[in-house]
């Protein structure tokens, strides 16, 4: 049986996500431990010639991405898990934020969980809860990066951002 190039790359990811996520029942704890998986795999650097920056697998398999592609990255397996509803939040100096960069809020059963496997991973309460943006900035100090709220709170209260559904710049 001769499988596309899209099936052996939806295998491809599939296996990573079942290798690294064996024995975890919680999808909460299985995205928290592919964004971490993600920040160590996936590195920043100056991408070599042949880098093929079309499509999930292919960044993951280069090893090599900024922080647009390891969003998408993290909504891919989101994807993969069943969580059809994310975006990804764009902040740009030059729209008022107070840097550049870009990470994933995902859906999961009602809640916006923010998940950043380039600079901030996840945010936490201080219950050990992964938060959204919206519960990121309410009080920095009831969350475990306050670094990370001020930043996201610049950004909205500049309005320095543009949310993106993952689906328009995900290709699985």
């Known amino acids: 049986l001769k499988t ?54 292919n960044v993951i398999r280069g090893g090599m ?45 009602g809640n916006w969980i923010l998940f950043d496997p380039d600079w901030w991973q996840y945010i936490e309460n201080n219950n050990g809860e992964l938060v959204g943006i919206r519960e990121a900035i309410q009080d920095t100090s009831q969350i475990n990066k306050p670094e990370a709220a001020q930043f996201i709170y610049n950004t909205f209260k500049d309005k320095g951002y543009k949310i993106t559904p993952s689906w328009q710049t995900t290709p699985m």
């Open 65 to 109: 991405g900024n922080c647009g592609f390891q969003s998408c990255n993290i909504s891919a397996f989101a994807e993969l898990l069943g969580y059809k509803e994310h975006r990804l939040i764009h902040n740009r100096e030059e729209w008022g934020a107070p840097g550049m960069h870009t990470f994933a809020e995902i859906n999961m059963n």
């Open 4 to 57: 596309t190039p899209q099936e052996e790359d939806f295998l491809y990811l599939a296996d990573i996500l079942k290798r690294e996520t064996r024995g975890i029942d919680d999808d909460v704890t299985k995205l928290k431990v592919m964004t971490d998986w993600l920040h160590e795999n996936v590195k920043h650097g100056e991408y070599p010639p042949n880098f093929n920056g079309n499509g999930v697998a």
